[in-house]
Each structure stands twice: as structure tokens, then as C-alpha cells.
């Protein structure tokens, strides 16, 4: 099975960013535990970031007819994009949001996700450990 791991806006600033919200370990840190999980579900898994809502869109379309599931954490694009949801529909790629802060108990604009709408699942506020999770929901939908 091969899933993208999608990662949105300022999400390459792990560690440095805001480190009381969302810890103290890198973006390369996040990848490594990334692919050590993907490893042992037998996911082959690859990986990318950007801060551009277009470069997102046109990655979504890329793994149309070559990947399986996508992980995606929109960043704040979950709370503004239109058309990040759309790519993922028009692709029809079964599909986890995550987000490493619980976004239902921080400031109101963040409670709603347009990214959800089209996911089987959103993860918020698991940190790390919530790439794990949907990893293993994409698995299941796999399997089935
Ligand atoms: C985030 C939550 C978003 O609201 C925020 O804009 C981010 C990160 C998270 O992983 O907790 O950039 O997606």
C-alpha cells in the first residue's frame, strides 16, 4: 500500500513554532517517526510539504492513479481552502486529516475543517501519535 503524507503551511517549522502548542520536535523529527511507523505496517509511504495552497492542490492531483491513501494535515488551509477538499474529491483517495493540536478547543475559527468534509477520518490533537492513527484507518479501508 503507498500513501502520501501531505503536511501544509509553516508545518516545516516544527519545533521552533509555538513549541507550547505543538512540542518541541522538528519537521524531520515528524518524518522519521513518520516512516518508522509506515515501515511497520507495510506502508510505503512518501512524503510532502508545502506552504502554497496551489503546490497542495496540484500534489493531491499527482497521486491520482499512483497512490492508495493520503495523509494530509492542511495546517490552517483546513480552515480556509475550498479547493484543497475539491483536489481530494475529484482524486477520490481515501483520506485522514490530521492535526497535531486539538483544533475543537483552541480559537473558533479553527473548529471548523472544509478538509474534514471530504475525509474518512480527522485526528486532532494526538500530536505525533495522530499520523500513526491514520495510517492504520487507511489500512483498514485497504484491507476492506
Ligand atoms: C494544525 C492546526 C491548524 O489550526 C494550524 O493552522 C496549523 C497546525 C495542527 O497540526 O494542529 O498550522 O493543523
Redesign the pocket.
Known amino acids: 500500500m503507498k500513501v502520501l503524507i501531505i503536511n501544509g ?3 516545516n517549522m516544527l519545533g521552533i513554532r509555538e513549541p507550547e502548542i505543538y512540542g518541541s520536535k522538528s519537521y524531520d523529527e515528524l518524518l522519521e517517526f513518520v516512516r518508522e511507523v509506515a515501515f511497520g505496517l507495510g506502508i510505503e509511504a512518501s512524503f510532502f510539504q508545502s506552504n502554497s495552497e496551489g503546490d497542495i492542490v496540484d500534489a493531491v492531483q499527482e497521486a491520482y492513479g499512483k497512490m492508495d491513501g493520503i495523509v494530509i ?1 492542511p ?2 488551509y ?2 480556509t481552502s475550498i479547493a484543497i477538499p475539491d483536489a481530494l474529491k475529484a482524486v477520490s483517495i481515501p483520506t485522514v486529516e490530521v ?3 486539538d ?1 475543537l478547543t483552541r480559537e473558533r475559527y ?1 473548529h471548523f475543517s472544509y478538509t474534514s468534509e471530504v475525509c474518512i477520518k480527522t485526528i486532532s490533537g494526538e500530536g505525533f501519535e495522530g499520523y500513526r492513527g491514520a495510517l492504520e484507518v487507511l489500512l483498514e479501508e485497504f484491507k476492506k
Open positions: 503551511p509553516n508545518l494535515n495546517a490552517a483546513a480552515h492535526h497535531l493540536s483544533i479553527r
